[in-house]
């Protein structure tokens, strides 16, 4: 079992940063991929970004390429979301995601969640 924990989410105005911070426990030996994710009310949670918990390797959604950047620290077993530049639209629910197997955009490969951090982003 792998425990998940995010922090760092937060009101801010349009143009503003955030990082997030997602703290890993347990079986984290067993970790594969990482991934952010995010769920607007009424829609849909969506994919935001991922790496390779090993290699570094990321992606991200075209709708925040260039402003987001995620990474990692192995030693500290936490995940990051630095978040640039941010718009109203960015506004969500942020989740972090482990997978002991993918590195994927998909939600159904990561076996793993932690309980989200608000984001609000206002004009």
């Known amino acids: 079992q792998v425990q998940l924990v995010e922090t760092g989410g937060g009101l801010v105005q349009a143009g503003d940063s955030l990082r997030l911070s997602c703290a890993a426990s347990?079986?984290?030996?067993?970790?594969?991929?990482m991934g952010w994710f995010r769920q607007a009310p009424g829609k849909e949670r969506e994919f935001v970004a991922n790496?390779?918990?090993?290699?570094?390797?990321?992606y991200y959604a075209d709708s925040v390429k260039g402003r987001f950047t995620i990474s990692r620290d192995v030693a500290l077993r936490t995940l990051f979301l630095q978040m640039n530049s941010l718009k109203p639209e960015d506004t969500a629910v942020y989740y972090c995601?482990?997978?002991?197997?993918?590195?994927?955009?998909?939600?159904?490969?990561?076996?793993?969640w932690g309980q989200g951090t608000q984001v609000t982003v206002s004009s």
């Open positions: 347990g079986r984290t030996s067993s970790m594969y991929g």
């Open positions: 790496i390779k918990w090993t290699g570094g390797r990321t």
């Open positions: 995601a482990a997978s002991t197997r993918y590195v994927t955009v998909a939600r159904n490969d990561y076996a793993y």
